[in-house]
């Protein structure tokens, strides 16, 4: 083990791990004052050895590491992965590929919804995490050998977990249904935020159209300042001010004043005539250009029961193929499902169609039943 500072080093480093059939990966990172995570840690291993990669050691140059992760000859491994692919794809445009996501597998393999890295190490390595040093500082120098110790423990033991995730899907044949899960994972483009979509974050309660349209533009604004100045969204504008804007609608920046929430120089600054003329661009939008609102329909009273009844089945189903609910519907899909047999929902597609969409389709039409046997609800065929 070493803590990996100078470019020469982390060459011969990659060098030697390319040779490996897999590396386990994982990365600490401070996010609390910046738009931008501040990479500060790479943790790496493999079946020989694992290290820390210093990322702020000055002059270090990251090329090597990045390669590897492009390196298509080498599996990387990750827990919860798409954190630290987000930052990999902000800093070099790369996602790691090929890649496997213990997070998902494991619930592949029947151990729950989304499950922490803690309690996978538990289950799977019998041991437990040093939480101590949990919300450290990791920008500051120099580290301590205790905060390397516990850095790394999320990569020497992703390697245990990784083959036994790994043994565990080969012996059910469940290894496509992982690669499925993962192939939305390796898009670059969902990783980046497009200002003009900032507003599919924002819980907007109002059906006004022209409401909507402002909020539309002043997020993506809000969006664009955050990313130039590198800051949270939330240090340029809160979404409840942000959305006291929609409401108001001030026409001239003196009128921002007597919105709360802005500061006390916003009104003569820059971003005042910035926001009063994203809300006029807003207001001269033609009635057929605004934002269409689709509201989500409610169940009916006449799907209520059926709904109900498929979450039974979805219980039983995943009881029975020890599989985590969250991987083969919703409760939105389940809704979908029961007002009609053709939608267009994961669980009526693939692998979940197998084990579960046709099922669901045959409890609609009757063709399957609910009975209790030994104190335990079964599935039985009705004709």
């Known amino acids: 083990m070493s803590v990996i500072t100078t470019s020469k080093a982390l060459k011969e480093l990659c060098m030697r791990l390319e040779k490996s059939d897999y590396v386990t990966v994982d990365t600490e990172f401070l996010r609390d004052k910046t738009y931008y995570s501040i990479l500060c840690l790479i943790q790496i291993a493999d079946d020989n050895e694992f290290h820390a990669i210093d990322t702020l050691a000055a002059g270090i140059d990251l090329t090597p590491f990045y390669d590897l992760m492009e390196n298509e000859k080498v599996l990387k491994v990750f ?69 390397i110790d516990y850095a790394l423990g999320d990569v020497t033991h992703l390697r245990v977990i990784y083959k036994k995730l790994a043994a565990q899907l080969k012996e059910n044949g469940r290894e496509h249904w992982l ?68 409401a108001v609608r001030p026409t001239h920046k003196n009128a921002l004043t007597s919105v709360r929430g802005l500061g006390a120089n916003f009104s003569s600054s820059r971003r005042g005539d910035a926001i009063i003329s994203a809300i006029a661009e807003a207001m001269e939008m033609d009635e057929v250009d605004l934002p269409k609102i689709s509201r989500k329909r409610p169940p009916s009273q006449n799907t209520d029961p059926i709904v109900e009844l498929l979450k039974v089945l979805l219980k039983l189903v995943c009881k029975r193929e020890n599989v985590a609910p969250k991987l083969l519907a919703s409760a939105d899909d389940l809704e979908k499902i029961a007002e009609n047999d053709v939608v267009d929902v994961k ?25 209790i046997k030994d104190g335990k609800i079964v599935i039985f065929e009705h004709k």
């Open 347 to 371: 669980a009526l597609y693939g692998w979940r169609y197998d084990i579960f969409g046709k099922d669901a389709i045959a409890l609609k039409n009757g063709e399957v039943a609910f009975a």
């Open 79 to 147: 827990h919860a992965a798409k954190q630290d692919i987000e930052i990999f794809v902000n800093m070099a445009g790369v996602v790691p590929k090929p890649l496997f996501d213990s997070q998902i597998a494991s619930m592949v393999c029947g151990f729950g919804d989304s499950i922490g890295y803690e309690k996978l190490v538990m289950a799977l390595c019998n041991q437990t995490l040093d939480k101590s040093t949990r919300f450290t500082d990791w920008s500051r120098r120099p580290l301590t050998q205790r905060q």
């Open 179 to 246: 690669s499925e899960e993962l192939a939305h994972m390796l898009d670059k483009g969902s990783y980046i935020i497009q200002p003009v979509n900032a507003w599919k974050r924002i819980k907007i309660r109002n059906s006004n159209r022209r409401f909507n349209a402002i909020v539309h533009k002043v997020a993506q604004w809000r969006e664009t300042e955050a990313q130039k100045r590198n800051i949270p969204r939330n240090r340029v504008m809160r979404d409840e001010v942000l959305l006291e804007l929609s």
